[in-house]
């Protein structure tokens, strides 16, 4: 073991963050677990105990073994140890986690906290150390945690990229113990007077949102006068769902669901698995409030609370120049990289820029000028909202990244300093924007994933309070600010054993979003809200619904007081049998229940029995049932006279330890001949119940008939005809006797030598007989001749419904299959369904019950089998099949890759979608040969490249030798062109640039959104965009009316600046060496009025893209 300073851990990527034996495909939640602490053995320390093990793993490649422990090592004063999955947990990703060593041996309700990283270090550069960190609670159910999808094996087994030297693999842990308190102990309201959200997924960003939102009391207010009616229903309406969740929240004593909320939204549950982004959240809620809230007595509340407007301005310094424009927010943006601080951030934000030399500024009637570019303020709204610019696009490693940097904020923010050097100078001077301090809202975690809470002063006096989903604590300012800031933390080391030399931990968890509320505003927006408030109807439904939920808790808290006996008679097995049901007796969901207090005496229960059925007392007899060891449950013995005096808390415990809330009997009766309840035989040792069960091949009908007492030393051949008369046959019909055993995993069903005692049968009180003609079990025109072909058949039928491929939310039609059909046998009926004579060409795809959408890849041609093995996903079983209807049949078709290119013409306005399908090893230039035979060229010896667009921009040009097998184009648009002349003979000076077109969307803070088609331009060396835009017009064919209103902008990071005619174009593209060229562009600003393509769709399919939308 090694003890060292760790190199900040700023390595993100993608990641699940689960218990290693959980893993599972469908949506998780991504956001780091705040499991439950429970009493145990948290340490009691405040600076926690911390270190680093090292682990090097010898000829890392050629180790066979699923999973690898490392050495236990020591850190806080517990055994650790690192897991690892080198081929992956069921992913084609490196698993690892972090797993207390001794978990099998530790007391029971044992628990302990901590944060920790683990990193797989390169070798050849350490800046390329893969390393992420998480925090958890760890205990008896979750002993081991981390990540399943840690790093791709394809990068970890490449030797050029430095994570496998000379077959060494290092892995490291860097872990510090926290000290945690009893988690479920804490009553929040009691504790605060405030409640918390619950957490249906990943919806903590949601949470703390919404907190932040209910403690403006001024918000709060407006949202319970929007007018709402009682025929209203929550999940329905925005306004009703948020009405009812700021009510709960602000009376209610415990935590508060926001399942109506979400579903009010749209949202289904896959979307509130999903983490968004807090701050695209809030504007999208805002702005759904701001048109809600149209026409009604609240208008214009969140302009009036949030909206702020700012100045942008370009004055030129030697002539009398100035252009400006006025623009509104409802948020701000601020900077934390390079920025010590909120005030550092508005510095920059105000920062003039010179725009001199080759980046002068085109003054209408002065021509090209020195000029100065900058922003002011006209005015700041009452309540300022800053988001924190925490994550940021790393060019370098293309890929987004999170800013933990040290960023301070302070408690009271004066935007009037320094003579209000932040204002223009048409703000009204007269307003003070000093600001005090209301929420901070703060993100734990990395970029892919984390965890959301929030630090709120409701009442902006001095006492803070956390708010993490459903715990609400007292704080204090240092916790709510400074541990906020971000930066590094100093862990002393005090392991005995170890050098004392204190490691430097990166802190993930820092403010991300900030709410000011300005002093002058303060009374009017903290202002006093009460019941008065809120609708009439609103009220009566909220109280009649913590009534319902005080009657629920009420009678879950009585519960040990009552037990629940199931009554099953035998008209509950007619009833019941060869319709719900076909093995054992009955379904007890499905029989009368009655909640009797514990103490009740038994022969009183028989009182209300007899009440009930009109059964006198006397002529009762229950019987207790039992679970079998072959799982099946069956009735096993009479209660004594003793058993029946007893009361029924004593009985349920005698009867039944492992499900002690229910008492299951059956309820014997004797009818005579007038069907009139009667006296009870005597039932001695000899005697066994048995009960009975006829089948009928021809009607395919399995029926109760009735039960029986035999005697152990008698033989079924001498009561033939007492069963025929039961199943109403002949007293000399021939009949085959079958016993049904078990059904679980599989069907026993034996049949039964009439000549034996049912003692040598071994046949007993509760047994099953199936019975049926003998001369109905020969005959091949029945599909299930006999009582054990029919119960197989019955044990494993299957109901599939079949969607197209291409409808996945609708069922088309039902086919009744059986779970060992294979492969063949399932494709064989599909196709005689779709009247197809060849069933090789159909296609099938399993259901993700997680996603409810289908997977992604399709079942491979005889690659499972058994139908089972199609409907199975995990620990569900689904009862959807997607099929489709190839051209080829499909063992031809898993030979050969299809791709979707859409080829765009070089004269003609047309895009047309081609299907190319080639060998797997075939090249990107074979695809293009394959498309020369489908398409028309402009010239017989045009040549033409493969584009992938994604979100309208062109990430990659494929290189001619690139094999297509593990080119995707599910979720990017692979695009072929013919490559233009020009570009066969670029000059030395020439650059070849991205032009896309783009629009701001005013509804998301004028964020810039590309649309349309885009392209590559060739720009010569001094040529003004007024040369470039001829040949732009010219190219794409734009009225000159309707080019007059583009403008043109030079946009790095999506960030326009715009360009006068006379700017030379090619000094603002003068680096070569910007990796992502997409990301630096030459924008075409416009409306989008071209139609929508249809092939457009699968560019929002990516998961990791889907923006929020709130639908209602």
Not at 719 to 744: S, V
Not at 784 to 790: A, G, L
Request: hydrophobic share 35%; glycine share 4%; proline share 5%.
């Amino acid at each position: 073991m090694t003890l060292m300073t760790p190199p900040p851990l700023d390595q993100e990527d993608d990641e699940m963050l689960v218990p290693h034996n959980d893993f599972v495909e469908g949506p998780q939640p991504l956001e780091v677990a705040k499991e439950a602490a429970s009493k145990g053995d948290s340490q009691a320390v405040d600076d926690p105990p911390s270190g680093r093990f090292t682990w090097t793993i010898e000829n890392f490649s050629r180790l066979n073994t699923k999973k690898l422990y490392s050495d236990i090592f020591f850190i806080g004063g517990y055994k650790w140890r690192i897991l690892i999955f080198p081929k992956g947990n069921n992913v084609d990703h490196l698993s690892m986690y972090l797993d207390v060593a001794d978990s099998a041996t530790l007391p029971y309700g044992w628990s302990r906290y901590a944060q920790f990283s683990l990193a797989v270090c390169n070798q050849i550069h350490n800046k390329y150390t893969v390393r992420k960190d998480t925090q958890h609670q760890f205990n008896a159910r979750e002993s081991d945690w981390g990540f399943t999808s840690f790093m791709p094996l394809g990068e970890l087994y490449d030797p050029s990229r430095g994570f496998l030297v000379n077959d060494k693999c290092v892995v490291e842990a860097d872990v510090a113990v926290r000290k945690v308190a009893d988690y479920w102990s804490h009553d929040s309201k009691k504790e605060t007077g405030y409640v918390g959200l619950k957490n249906q997924g990943a919806t903590c960003y949601m949470n703390s949102l919404l907190q932040t939102l209910y403690h403006i009391p001024y918000i709060r207010k407006a949202v319970y006068h929007m007018p709402t009616t009682e025929n209203d229903m929550p999940t329905g309406s925005i306004p009703l769902a948020l009405q009812s969740l700021f009510y709960k929240l602000q009376y209610s004593d415990t935590s508060v669901a926001t399942k109506e909320l979400t579903k009010s939204f749209g949202w289904d549950t896959y979307d509130s698995f999903m983490q968004h982004d807090v701050q695209e959240l809030n504007r999208v809620l805002c702005e759904k409030l701001e048109d809600k809230m149209k026409g009604t007595v609240v208008e214009g509340t969140i302009q009036q609370l949030f909206e702020g407007h700012h100045m942008n301005y370009i004055e030129c310094v030697n002539v009398d120049y100035k252009s400006t424009r006025k623009e509104s927010f409802y948020d701000l943006q601020l900077d934390v990289k390079g920025c010590k601080d909120v005030y550092a951030s508005f510095d920059k934000y105000v920062e003039v820029e010179c725009l001199e030399g080759d980046n002068r500024y085109h003054a209408e009637q002065y021509g090209l000028q020195d000029a100065r570019k900058g922003v002011l303020f006209i005015d700041f709204p009452p309540v300022l909202q800053l988001q924190l610019k925490r994550f940021e696009y790393d060019f370098m490693r293309d890929t987004m990244v999170k800013i933990n940097d040290r960023y301070e904020f302070p408690l009271q923010l004066d935007l009037d300093r320094e003579n209000g050097k932040y204002l223009s100078p048409e703000a009204d001077r007269s307003v003070r924007n000093l600001y005090t301090l209301q929420s901070v809202l703060v993100h734990s975690g990395g970029v892919h994933g984390g965890h959301y809470y929030a630090y709120i002063r409701p009442t902006i006096l001095d006492q803070w309070f956390k708010f993490d989903d459903e715990r609400v604590t007292k704080e204090d300012v240092k916790r709510a600010l400074e541990e906020q800031y971000g930066g590094e933390e100093e862990l002393p080391q005090t392991n005995p054993g170890f050098n004392n030399t204190p490691f430097k931990f990166t802190k993930y968890s820092n403010a991300y979003m900030l709410v000011y509320i300005r002093e002058s505003d303060k009374d009017k927006i903290i202002c006093n809200v009460d019941e008065k408030d809120v609708a009439e109807h609103l009220r009566i439904r909220l109280k009649k619904e913590q009534e319902e939920k005080e009657q629920k808790r009420k009678e879950k808290a009585e519960a040990h007081l009552y037990t629940v006996i199931k009554v099953a008679r035998n008209e509950d097995l007619v009833e019941q049998i060869g319709r719900d049901i076909y093995f054992d007796l009955v379904d007890h969901e499905k029989v009368r229940s009655f909640r009797i207090q514990k103490q009740m005496p038994f022969n009183v229960f028989k009182e209300e029995v007899a009440k009930e059925f009109g059964i006198p007392v006397q002529y009762q007899r229950f019987w207790l049932w039992a679970k079998r060891q072959n799982h099946t449950y069956r009735p096993n013995r009479p209660l004594t006279h003793q058993e029946e005096a007893q009361s029924v808390g004593q009985l349920r415990e005698v009867s039944n330890k492992a499900n002690n809330a229910e008492l299951k009997l059956f309820l014997e009766l004797e009818l005579g001949p007038d069907m009139q309840p009667g006296a009870l035989p005597e039932k001695t040792k000899e005697d066994i119940l048995l009960f009975f069960k006829l089948y009928d091949p021809y009607k395919e009908e399995l029926r109760y008939i009735g039960r029986m007492f035999v005697k152990g030393a008698g033989k079924p051949i001498e009561i033939l005809a007492r069963i025929n008369k039961m199943a109403g046959f002949d007293p000399d019909e021939e009949i085959e006797l079958y016993e049904e055993i078990k059904f679980e995993p599989n069907v026993m069903c034996e049949h039964i030598d009439k000549k034996l005692t049912f003692r040598t049968s071994q046949l007993e009180d509760g047994d099953i007989i199936c019975l049926q003609k003998i001369s109905e079990v020969v005959g091949e025109q029945c599909r299930y001749p006999d009582v054990p072909s029919f119960l197989e058949y019955v044990h494993n039928r299957q109901v599939v419904r079949f969607r197209s491929l291409e409808k996945p939310k609708e069922d088309e039609f039902s086919l009744e299959l059986s779970k060992l059909h294979n492969y063949d046998d399932v494709v064989e009926k599909v196709a005689r369904h779709l009247g197809l004579d060849d069933p090789s060409k159909i296609r099938l795809t399993s259901h993700n019950c997680y996603s409810q959408q289908p997977k992604p890849q399709p079942v491979k041609y005889r690659g499972v089998e058994h139908l089972s093995d199609m409907l199975i996903h995990y620990n569900q079983t689904s009862d959807i099949l997607y099929y489709e209807v190839l051209d080829i049949p499909l063992p031809e078709l898993q030979g050969l890759k299809t791709l979707k290119v859409a080829f765009h013409h070089a004269t003609k306005d047309e895009v047309v979608i081609h299907t190319i399908r080639l060998p797997k090893q075939s090249t990107v230039g074979d695809v293009l040969d394959d498309l020369k035979t489908k398409v028309e060229l402009s010239h017989p010896c045009a040549e033409l490249r493969l584009l992938e667009v994604f979100y309208h921009k062109i990430y990659k040009i494929f290189p001619l030798s690139e094999k297509i097998e593990n080119i995707n184009d599910q979720y990017w648009t692979l695009r072929a062109e013919e490559i233009p002349e020009e570009e066969k003979n670029l000059g030395p000076h020439d650059r070849l640039i991205h032009v896309y077109h783009f629009m701001k969307d005013t509804t998301q803070n004028q964020q810039v959104q590309n649309f349309g088609e885009p392209f590559f331009l060739v720009i010569h060396e001094g040529e003004t965009l007024a040369e470039v835009k001829v040949r732009i017009q010219k190219r794409l064919q734009v009225p000159d009316e309707e080019f007059a209103k583009w403008k043109f902008a030079f946009l790095s990071l999506s960030r326009p600046d715009y360009l006068q005619d006379s700017d030379v174009v090619s000094t603002r593209f003068q680096r070569r060496d910007v990796y992502g060229a997409w990301e630096q562009y030459l924008g075409l600003e416009h409306t989008d009025n071209a139609p929508k393509r249809s092939y457009a769709a699968n560019q929002n399919r990516h998961a990791f893209e889907k923006p929020v939308k709130i639908y209602n």
